[in-house]
């Protein structure tokens, strides 16, 4: 059975000519499965999930929550959901304990059915040390835990994540990833927005990549990878002439794919790296160009968006 079904989602700021943020997307999300959006910023993640928990009313499309339409039953959607945005949601001058019982009272939660979910929850997030300290005297991943906190008060059978691990440490990234695996072993539905594509790579059961409001693959990440075929990533450091090696090597024969990064970095995909690499040289020396550093990776889900797009997931 299908936790969610996402049918031809189109959202439009300001129709008819405003932007368009999410582009005739489509896709199910099964019972049990962790599923994740991966994308760059401005993707359109942000804006399905704000669709899904019935934020937002789409310009055209519908998607169905536990078997409820966002459109036509945003009551029913809303008790089955737990959301965590991506913006911290909670009131800094307040402990992590006021904060849960706050949403917990938004939940409808009161009394002792109230009391012992939020002592679980403090023992889950793994604040129960510091659940009386004021929430803008915690770290940046201490607070990510409490936003987490607030969306499982209800016990959600499905809870949507949106990109929960900006801006933290690594540790704090560690301990919500492994969070996050932990409530899906207790059978939790689980979407997931990211632009890490680590992340992506080692929660999901199934990706969907984005750019640009659109879906453009769909699958689990054996799947995504087969797109690529047996094709190499080339990852290449120059000292100068970055964009004029790039434009040069995308016109040579066996280059699917070149993408300009950051610091005079390039990213290339190809069918036969060995007879290649003579000639990237070569181009180099006749730009008066020199290779710094070079490395060859098998294929994932960066050459699967850099094959798909024509560029790097984070340009």
Not at 104 to 127: C, F, H, K, P
């Amino acid at each position: 059975m299908s936790a969610i079904e996402v049918r031809g989602l189109y959202k439009q700021f300001d129709p008819p000519k405003g932007a368009v943020a999410v582009d005739h997307v489509s896709f199910e999300i099964e019972e049990g499965e962790i599923f994740s959006l991966l994308g760059p910023n401005g993707a359109g993640k942000t804006t399905t999930i704000s669709i899904l928990s019935c934020l937002l009313r789409p310009t055209s499309g519908d998607a169905s929550v536990g078997g409820s339409s966002v459109l036509s039953d945003a009551d029913n959607v809303k008790k089955q959901i737990g959301v965590v945005p991506q913006d911290i949601a909670l009131y800094g001058d307040l402990s992590a304990r006021e904060n849960l019982f706050f949403w917990g009272r938004m939940y409808g939660m009161s009394g002792a059915e109230l009391t012992n979910r939020v002592d679980q929850v403090i023992e889950l997030i793994g604040l129960t040390d510091r659940q009386n300290d004021r929430v803008d005297k915690y770290s940046g991943g201490m607070k990510r835990r409490v936003n987490i906190g607030a969306a499982l008060l209800h016990k959600p059978r499905i809870l949507y994540l949106d990109e929960p691990t900006v801006g933290i440490d690594p540790q704090s990234r560690r301990s919500i990833l492994d969070g996050i695996k932990d409530f899906n072993a207790a059978g939790m539905t689980i979407l997931y927005t990211t632009h890490y594509m680590e992340e992506a790579q080692e929660l999901s059961d199934r990706i969907a990549i984005m750019d640009h409001g659109k879906l453009i693959a769909v699958g689990s990440q054996p799947e995504l990878v087969r797109i690529v075929g047996e094709q190499t990533r080339i990852d290449l450091s120059v000292d100068r002439q970055a964009t004029a090696l790039a434009e040069e090597w995308r016109q040579i024969p066996g280059v699917s794919a070149v993408s300009e990064l950051e610091d005079r970095n390039l990213r290339l995909l190809t069918d036969d790296a060995n007879s290649l690499m003579p000639r990237l040289f070569e181009s180099a020396r006749a730009m008066e160009a020199r290779i710094t550093e070079i490395a060859l990776a098998e294929p994932n889900l960066e050459a699967v968006f850099l094959h798909l797009t024509g560029r790097a997931l984070r340009d």
